[in-house]
């Protein structure tokens, strides 16, 4: 006898977006947000019970909404919901190094208020994940170019007014910049030769 899935609300709110999130596209740009209770259905033979218990937990955070159509029962992402799968995303996303160096470096500088110290800490710790190293507190550096997915991260925490992205030709500490990133393995000595 099969064991029925548990859905867990993080795989039921991808689910609703599948196919239409494409980190560097707009999110909702289709519209294509939104499925039938039948569809869920369909995909795997799930615990329905637990499905129903995170349903109604997921409307009851504003993170989907119910409604009915032709007979058919929807769930829809709701803006608050769309925000927490780009969340979901963006935790999982991993920088591609190029294979050359460009021999710039990338300094993203932040003064985020206290009132956003969760964002302040996700840019943080997000910064660290794709390869930064810290120059200062609020002082990140890295050899490559990201401004596409830092421009991304930065209006989905709504602290694009917060930070600045800056492309310099040389660091004072540049030596011992190329020796740190050589050790963490995001510059290779053929990119620095």
């Not at 859905?7 to 560097?24: D, F």
């Not at 995170?54 to 007979?71: F, G, N």
């Not at 694009?160 to 963490?184: C, G, H, P, R, S």
């Amino acid at each position: 006898m099969n064991e029925k899935i548990k859905l867990t609300s993080r795989q039921i709110l991808l689910y609703l977006a599948e196919g239409v999130i494409h980190l560097h596209e707009p999110f909702d740009r289709h519209g294509f947000y939104k499925k039938s209770i039948e569809d869920f259905y369909n995909w795997r033979e799930m615990d329905k019970k637990k499905f129903s218990n995170d349903i109604q937990r997921l409307k009851k955070e504003k993170l989907i909404k119910l409604y009915q159509t032709q007979e058919k029962n929807i769930i829809e992402l709701t803006g608050k919901g769309k925000q927490k799968v780009q969340l979901f995303l963006a935790s999982e996303y991993k920088f591609q190094y190029p294979k050359e160096w460009d021999k710039k470096w990338r300094l993203v500088i932040f003064d985020v208020p206290e009132s956003k110290k969760k964002n302040r800490d996700i840019l943080r710790r997000k910064l660290i994940e794709i390869g930064f190293v810290r120059l200062q507190d609020s002082v990140f550096i890295f050899p490559f170019d990201c401004k596409a997915i830092i421009d991304y991260f930065i209006s989905l925490l709504n602290i694009k007014t917060n930070v600045q992205y800056i492309i310099a030709e040389t660091v004072e500490t540049e030596i011992n910049l190329v020796d740190t990133f050589l050790q963490l393995n995001v510059l290779n000595k053929k990119m620095i030769s």
